[in-house]
């Protein structure tokens, strides 16, 4: 059965529109709410973000410092997780 | 006071050395949490065989790529595991950390300390997968490995570098040929590993008692999953027992591996297997269950010198069910082997120990993997065992039988005596060989039997004793000359002559 070409231009346009704003999201967790100038320099310091539409999240359980997820990955820069490592360092410490 | 600041010390000591630095870490959801098994969805970017870290702290390792799943097998307990919660990559695949300071040791696959101790350090890990060395590197089989059990080491010769297979009933005694192979390891610079799979952790403590016993800790690590452990961790134990012996083997050493036992592997694979969906085939073994101890298995070969000269013998144990060895499981892991030694439940239970059935019993290098000296004696023994097991059937005639036919029956069954051995007492090269000796050679044919091994604990306690020099000039030089056998038969003599 051959499908109409138009319909099949328009199938594409909604696929293509919905993959792009799928992968150009990048969300960025901060405790306070983030200044569009902040956001703007986090963009400028993470160079792979370029083509990332960033918006800005808030959660105040992270302490201080952001995270930023986009696609799969994680940047985890909070006090948070720094604060979990050193619970593990602690504990692996032997005399 | 002073306490707590040197461990405050060693904390800031710990973290100057790690610096902070901006890494992008995959991150991926549970969608799923089966018995052991975790699905996750994102971890777009994850490769397999890569280590996963859950909230909880909990390692999962990455066993199945999907579309747009991934399933997980969870290195520890999985009970508090939610939906929805993060679990993010290491980026790194799995390996152990391995340094001299793990002889001695009790671990678990993930070489986290299992007996108290602290934690293993080490700046080297080695990968629990790897591919086997390719024939390149190898070199054949030459040199022996004495097993200390007079039987195997007699007829079915173990080189270093071989994979042995040990195979019976439950109940037959394949721990303890495993142990005692061990145990006599303690003068040779072999280092031994004996990996514990499934196993009662009553027996675990047993064995680890039984070594420190007999000072063998010293140069043996103990690799337990026991019964209780999850099936990944049941599913990785040989794999990181293999790593931790090629850690050595690299460094020039020979390694002796006891895996204990494959059977319960090849269990955990199977639920593992199950619960991922993949397709069950014979016996309900998922399809790569060949490949699942071939791989392992391949991994013990003996090094050319110019990769160092080490080698890593391997003693895999399969457990059989009713003395039947056309199962799915033991016919392929006999298949990968260079040979099996098999223990059957009725010479056990007829007082032969170790229930060796040295008809079936194979060692595909056999010779050339023997001592000269333990050659010499060999040759006679096979050959007089041989036609004692052909005339078995007629020992029930003895009556009336001819003098040739009863002198082979006698000898047979004396030589039958003289290779009964107590469990945990390995016997050095030369007490095997002289031990041998005298039954070969027709002074025990007038003894009768009960009291053989009155007569074998004789002979020991005199060789142990009048004739030190003797021992160690056959131990050293592995070759019986003809002054050595005339010295011998003075020593039997005499013991014959004082046994009750």
Redesign the interface.
């Known amino acids: 059965m051959a499908i109409d070409p138009d319909i099949k231009e328009e199938l594409k346009n909604i696929l293509e529109e919905k993959n792009i704003a799928k992968k150009q999201l990048a969300m960025v967790v901060s405790s306070y709410k983030l200044s569009d100038a902040e956001l703007d320099n986090i963009k400028k310091s993470f160079p792979i973000l370029k083509k990332y539409f960033l918006f800005n999240r808030v959660d105040n359980k992270i302490q201080a410092g952001f995270i930023i997820k986009f696609d799969s990955k994680v940047v985890d820069l909070t006090l948070r997780s720094q604060l979990n490592n050193f619970k593990k360092i602690t504990y692996e410490v032997d005399r | 006071m002073k ?1 707590i600041d ?2 405050l010390k ?2 800031e000591k ?2 100057k050395s ?1 610096k ?1 630095r ?7 959801i549970i969608e799923e949490v089966k018995d052991g098994v975790a699905i996750l969805s ?4 994850v490769a397999y065989g890569e280590l996963v870290e859950f909230n909880s ?1 909990v390692l999962g390792y990455v066993i199945e790529l999907g579309e747009d799943k991934v399933g997980v097998i969870i290195l520890g307990e999985y009970l508090n595991l939610e939906a929805g919660s993060q679990a ?1 990559s290491l980026g790194f695949t799995l390996s152990v950390p391995v340094s001299e300071k793990i002889l001695g040791r009790v671990v678990d696959p993930l070489c986290n300390p299992q007996d108290g101790g ?2 293993i ?1 080490s700046e080297k890990s080695y990968p629990v997968e790897k591919v086997a060395p390719s024939v390149v590197y190898r070199k054949p089989v030459t040199a022996p490995l004495q097993t200390g059990t007079k039987a195997i080491d007699a007829l079915i010769p173990v080189g270093r570098g071989q994979r042995e297979l040990i195979i019976g009933d439950r109940g037959t005694g394949k721990t303890t040929i495993a142990i005692d192979a061990i145990l006599n390891q303690k003068n040779e610079k072999v280092i031994c590993i004996y990996c514990g799979i499934g196993q009662k952790n009553s027996k675990m403590a047993a064995v680890v008692n039984l070594l420190t016993k007999n000072n063998a800790m010293d140069y043996t690590v103990i690799v337990n999953a026991s019964a209780s452990a999850p099936a990944a961790l049941q599913y990785l134990a040989p794999y990181s027992a293999m790593a931790i012996a090629e850690y050595f083997m690299d460094k020039g050493k020979d390694v002796l591996v006891v895996f204990d036992d494959l059977t319960k592997h090849a269990w955990a694979y199977r639920e593992i297997s199950l619960i991922l969906r993949r397709p069950a085939g014979r016996e309900a073994y998922p399809g790569d269950i060949f490949y699942l101890h071939s791989r392992l298995l391949e991994r013990a070969c003996r090094l050319d010198e110019k990769y160092g000269g080490g080698s890593i013998t391997a003693l895999p144990i399969i457990e059989t069910l009713e003395d039947d060895l056309s199962t799915y499981i033991p016919t392929n892991v006999i298949s990968i082997t260079d040979g099996q030694i098999f223990l059957q439940p009725d010479l056990f239970n007829a007082g032969i120990r170790p229930a060796i059935n040295v008809g079936i019993s194979v060692s595909r290098v056999g010779g050339t993997a023997q001592t000269k000296a333990m050659k010499s004696v060999a040759a006679k023994l096979k050959l007089d065992l041989a036609q004692y097991r052909d005339m078995a059937a007629f020992s029930q005639f003895e009556s009336e039988l001819d003098e040739e036919t009863k002198k082979f029956l006698n000898r047979g069954s004396k030589l039958t005596q003289i290779l009964i051995q107590k469990k945990n007492q390995p016997y050095s090269l030369a007490l095997e060989v002289a031990l041998i000796w005298s039954a070969t050679h027709g002074l025990l044919d007038d003894m009768p039997i009960a009291k053989i091994n009155n007569f074998e604990n004789q002979l020991v306690l005199r060789l142990t004793t009048k004739a030190k020099k003797w021992l160690e000039r056959i131990n050293k030089n592995k070759i019986l000359t003809e002054t050595d056998e005339t010295e011998l038969e003075k020593y039997i003599k005499e013991t014959i002559a004082i046994t009750r």
């Open positions: 306490l040197e461990y060693e904390i710990d973290l790690k902070l901006i890494k992008t870490e995959e991150v991926g994102g971890l777009d970017n702290g993010k602290s934690k350090r």
